[in-house]
């Protein structure tokens, strides 16, 4: 009786292992998957900022007076409109952003004590920069 319990135990362990092995590599797929769709979401964002977004919205615009042109109403107007303000909203947005990097980089070389993984916070995404701010919070 004991030697069925010791091979069933070893059983149970041998199959929580490999179940375990799973989880893990189904974790791993899962927050790599996680990471790829943050940073295109990231690089979509900074895209919507650029000249080339402005050439787009005016193509569809002019696309959709071009095949559609009874369809343009209020609504279509509102859309249009709406769109364009998204636009002008991020290109400022971004504009600002890059200018308050650039002073804060220049005071970084200037006084040069800066902590290195901070001076390189630009490469990462939004939820790692707030966990590094939270955690620069916590230590001082």
Same mark, same amino acid.
């Given at each position: 009786? @004991? ?8 059983? +149970?362990? @041998?199959? +929580?292992? /490999? ?7 189904? $974790? *791993? ?8 769709? /943050? ?14 977004? #402005?050439?787009? #919205? #005016? ?5 959709? !007076? ?21 636009? #002008?909203?991020? &290109?400022?947005? %971004? &504009?600002?952003? $890059?200018?308050? %990097?650039?002073?804060?980089?220049? !005071? ?8 290195? *993984?901070?001076? /390189?916070?630009?490469?990462? =995404?939004? *939820? *790692?920069? =707030?966990?590094? /701010? ?7």
């Amino acid at each position: 009786m @004991r030697a069925t319990c010791g091979k069933s135990s070893g059983m +149970t362990n @041998r199959g +929580t292992s /490999r179940s375990n092995s799973i989880l893990d590599r189904t $974790q *791993e797929t899962a927050a790599m998957t996680s990471n790829q769709v /943050r940073s295109a979401i990231t690089h979509i964002g900074t895209l919507t900022s650029r000249p080339q977004a #402005f050439l787009i #919205f #005016f193509a569809y615009a002019g696309l959709w !007076l071009i095949f559609d042109r009874r369809s343009v109403d209020w609504h279509a107007i509102a859309t249009l409109a709406t769109w364009a303000m998204t636009l #002008f909203i991020q &290109r400022a947005e %971004h &504009r600002d952003t $890059q200018a308050l %990097h650039a002073k804060l980089d220049e !005071l970084l070389r200037a006084v040069g004590e800066a902590d290195s *993984e901070t001076a /390189r916070i630009d490469n990462k =995404e939004p *939820e *790692e920069i =707030e966990a590094q /701010r939270e955690r620069k919070q916590e230590d001082g």
